[in-house]
């Protein structure tokens, strides 16, 4: 199964993950496609702590959330509507049998894949999971915008009072930069409790055409490659559809 990072998988950080999160107003393109295909059924594919799996739930969605992360799926459990939602422990290798009318990864949950072989194998569960004619819908950051240069504890350091935890400060720097393999930390300074916590990460930057070109090769037809509305210029949303 594939392993996450201690960011989505220690109690500590999950617990405060969302706080530092925002509101998410970058789901408001998903949910406007789900709205807008008439989808009443969805895989949430790296659903983390639940957030947008909760607010399909909410509009009558069958919703599937899947994540590697028991901790952040003890955290998306405690949400309103988490009840309506069936949440699995796994990847896309430990999937039942589905027929979703959509599979959706938002975030940056697409560029965790770092093998060919994983990522091929992630979009190849998609396809599989979806009924014939469904929809796949996933962002990338552009890799040429270079989104890590600003990736410093002086851009990013934020301080905010999580409840139930108290006063939490948190920053990133960059670790590695090889190729289009992305590494770095974030740091989590827990105030109350004296302690400061660490989550390595990697992302893989891919371009468009290996996007493109991986879609297809996992049986996908690629209808639109679009803009994040919410962030344009510097992340393409790839919309695909499962023949048939």
């Known amino acids: 199964m594939t392993v996450a990072d201690a960011i989505f998988s220690d109690p500590r950080l999950a617990a405060v993950y969302d706080t530092f999160d925002g509101e998410r107003s970058d789901l408001d393109a998903y949910l406007a496609l789900v709205d807008g295909w008439g989808a009443r059924s969805v895989l949430d ?21 899947l994540d590697p992360a028991a901790a952040s799926l003890d955290v998306a459990r405690g949400k309103p509507h988490a ?22 990864m938002t975030a940056n949950v697409a560029q965790v894949f770092l093998a060919d072989e994983e990522w091929a194998a992630a979009l190849e569960g ?11 819908v996933f962002e990338s950051r552009r ?9 410093t504890r002086e851009r990013s350091c934020t301080r905010a ?3 139930a935890v ?23 300074r827990l105030e109350r409790d004296g302690l400061e916590l660490t989550s390595d990460s990697t992302l893989r ?31 393409w949303v790839f919309l695909a559809r499962r023949p048939g």
């Not at 594919?45 to 959330?65: D, K, Y």
């Not at 998609?126 to 796949?136: E, F, S």
């Not at 108290?166 to 989590?188: K, N, Y």
Request: contains cysteine; hydrophobic residues 40%.
């Open 45 to 65: 594919i790296g659903c983390g702590t639940g957030t947008f799996a909760c607010l399909l739930a909410g509009r009558g969605v069958q919703v599937v959330g």
């Open 83 to 104: 009840d309506a939602v069936t949440w699995l422990h796994g990847d896309v290798r430990s999937l039942p049998r589905l027929q979703v009318d959509v599979v959706t």
């Open 126 to 136: 998609a396809c599989a999971a979806l009924r014939p004619g469904g929809r796949l």
């Open 143 to 151: 890799p040429e915008r270079q989104a890590w240069r600003e990736w």
């Open 161 to 163: 009072v999580v409840p």
């Open 166 to 188: 108290g006063p939490v400060e948190t920053w990133v720097d960059v670790l590695d930069v090889r190729g289009d393999r992305i590494s770095f930390r974030w740091t989590f």
């Open 205 to 235: 930057f891919r371009s468009r055409a290996e996007l493109t070109g991986s879609l297809t090769a996992a049986g996908f037809v690629v209808e639109d490659v679009r803009d994040a509305p919410d962030r344009p210029g510097a992340e």
